[in-house]
């Protein structure tokens, strides 16, 4: 029973039921009704027969073997429907799991250790049917399945009225095909590596052929031709772990076949023997003969198939949630955060390596940024800019030391009013598919806050608020990537305006032209006047402006001070300014000049 509470199997039906009670109870009822009218019909076939060999009326038995005739056509259609309804709030259900097993935790790390990646990966393909049907389209399958049981169960109990082990006999027969044609029942294993591995490059290939800046670069570099080719290696391989998976044991199938014809040789034996010596009345030799016959019913059959593949992920999702739960989590302190930082945000001899491995991105990190002012930080690719922006955002936690904001370590304040405080332009940030309204503003916002957002971005000449930020919606407007920019920057001065204090901005004007920079800064310290601000960038314009500059490097801060402090020291900052200085003065067209 405990081995049985544990299966996929049982867990499936727990879903449907969670999903949608009603329609699960009625399911359960039409398979019970259709295994019942089978077997009335086997009755009402032995009652017509004895009405015709007694000479009795014979109205009553023709009405009763035609209602259940009717009813067995009309009931198989109306369980189709039912399982039909019912597999898709389940699926419904199962979808929305994974997304709370995404979407809960407050850190990142249950979205990148690889494990629980490409669990998450696998699991997505459950109702979207790339390894099998999805279970709205399995449903039907599962409940011509229990009723061919229901129907097996009750014409094997008509036949205890004919000898005790008769009915015995017959279903342990049938159902011991079940164990010996096992094997045959696992089409695919979800769960097999290999099968993960396909199943994601199938997803990823699905993924470049519609996504639109990837199909700039699947022209020019001609990758159409590989991406349908990987596809159909992928299918084929696929195909062929189904059919190895299909492939019955023959040694086991004979068995099997053994097995059925003993069991039946011996009870139609049995049975003709009691006919010949006039033990058994014709009408009920019709019924016994029919309940054998219908008892093949408890036979294996598709439905193993069928309920075996849509219940095989079923653990998986409901265990993602629980699995996923810890290792994205990060308790939340209980103190408030409202007007931090009053002093200053600092890193205190921070050390920290990701949770998905790799190696140490700081160790021993210091460094204080004061209340109300601005921090610029370069250093080169890897250096951990973006890194000390996730660990501020407390995206993740340091692995020794502390961030401490006025002294408290980020840790005991409440995560969501700190996150509240932050006003964030991620290098990698999100181009929404929404309106610019939504863009500037996802959680909300009045119309003025975010038009004045816009103002300071200068991106107030873009579009109308209402407008879809892609050109695959009606009315859509497609945008380059510095107006992207700009809209990113109109997000993180929304939020300055929703009551935001610190100010990350990580590469904010990286595709923007020195013009269109100028032009922005002007707005943004205005905009940001009062806020803590850590400015991430390349651009030595733009980070000369910064009250304070630290150069990172190997994890630490190697210099820090003003721009001219850090000039006149001589070290790695001058270095890299006179390196771009000299670039620009090379090139004629300074406005072009990106910088990346
Ligand atoms: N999510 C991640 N998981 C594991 N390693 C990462 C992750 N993000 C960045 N890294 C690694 O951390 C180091 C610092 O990265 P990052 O902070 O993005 O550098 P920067 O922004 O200075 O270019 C790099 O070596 C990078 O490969
Ligand atoms: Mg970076």
Redesign the pocket.
């Known amino acids: 029973m405990k081995r049985l509470r544990r299966s996929a199997e049982w867990r499936f039906f727990g879903v449907l039921r969670t999903a949608s009670p009603g329609l699960a109870a009625a399911w359960w009822a039409l398979v019970a009704l259709r295994g019942l009218l089978p077997a009335g019909f086997v009755l009402a076939m032995g009652w017509l027969i004895s009405a015709v060999q007694h000479g009795d009326g014979l109205g009553l038995p023709l009405v009763a073997m035609g209602v259940a005739f009717v009813g067995m056509q009309v009931v198989a259609p109306a369980h189709d429907a039912v399982s039909g309804n019912l597999g898709v709030p389940a699926s419904a259900w199962l979808h929305e799991r994974l997304l709370l097993a995404c979407v809960t935790p407050a850190g990142?790390a249950h979205l990148?250790r690889a494990d629980l990646a490409d669990d998450l990966a696998m699991a997505r393909e459950v109702d979207r049917g790339m390894t099998g049907p999805d279970i709205p389209t399995s449903m039907p399958g599962i409940a011509a399945g229990f009723s061919s049981y229901a129907a097996g169960t009750a014409n094997v109990v008509l036949l205890f009225g004919f000898r005790w082990w008769a009915p015995l006999v017959l279903s342990a027969t049938w159902l011991s095909t079940h164990w010996f044609l096992r094997s045959g029942a696992i089409w695919l294993q979800r769960h097999d590596p290999d099968v993960a591995e396909q199943q994601r490059k199938a997803g990823y290939a699905y993924r470049l052929s519609v996504d639109a800046p990837a199909s700039k670069e699947m022209r020019l570099f001609g990758l159409g031709d590989f991406v349908i080719g990987g596809m159909r290696d992928i299918r084929l391989r696929l195909m062929d772990l189904s059919w190895e998976g299909r492939r019955l044991g023959r040694r086991q199938a004979e068995i099997a076949m053994a097995i059925v014809a003993v069991g039946n040789a011996l009870f139609f034996w049995a049975l003709a023997a009691s006919a010949m010596h006039g033990d058994l009345s014709l009408g009920r030799l019709t019924v016994f003969a029919q309940a054998a016959i219908g008892a093949a019913a408890l036979a294996f059959g598709e439905n193993d198939w069928w309920l075996r593949n849509a219940a095989q992920p079923i653990p998986l999702v409901l265990q993602l949630a629980e699995r996923a739960a810890p290792v994205g989590a990060l308790p939340s302190g209980t103190r408030q955060a409202a007007g931090m930082p009053a002093t200053g945000i600092t890193f205190d001899n921070v050390g920290f390596a990701?949770?998905?491995?790799?190696?140490q991105?700081f160790e021993g990190l210091n460094l204080t940024i004061p209340a109300g002012r601005s921090l610029a930080i370069v250093?080169?690719?890897?250096?951990?800019?973006?890194?000390?922006?996730?660990l501020l955002c407390r995206l993740y936690d340091p692995t020794e030391g502390a961030v401490l904001v006025d002294g408290v370590d980020l840790r005991e304040l409440d995560l969501a009013a700190w996150r509240a405080r932050l006003a964030v332009v991620f290098?990698d940030f999100v181009r929404y598919e929404l309106s610019l309204r939504d863009n500037v503003a996802p959680g909300g916002a009045s119309d003025a806050d975010v038009l004045a957002a816009l103002v300071d971005a200068r991106a107030d000449d873009l579009a109308d608020l209402g407008t879809v930020l892609n050109r695959g919606y009606a009315g859509g407007t497609d945008l380059s990537g510095g107006q992207w920019q700009r809209v990113a920057l109109a997000r993180a001065l929304c939020s300055v305006r929703l009551g935001a204090g610190v100010v990350i901005l990580?590469e904010p004007t990286a595709q923007l032209d020195v013009r269109g920079e100028a032009e922005i800064f002007a707005g943004l310290l205005d905009a940001t006047r009062g806020c803590t601000t850590i400015l991430?960038s390349h651009r030595f314009s733009t980070v000369r402006r910064a009250d304070l500059i630290c150069v990172?490097e190997h994890g630490q801060v190697i210099e820090l001070g003003t721009h001219d402090e850090l000039i006149a020291a001589g070290g790695r900052y001058k270095t890299m300014f006179e390196l771009q200085a000299a670039r620009f003065e090379d090139a004629d067209a300074v406005e072009d000049e990106v910088v990346r």
């Open positions: 990142l990148e990701y949770p998905a491995g790799g190696h991105v250093g080169q690719n890897g250096a951990g800019k973006t890194t000390l922006a996730k290098q990580d991430i990172l």
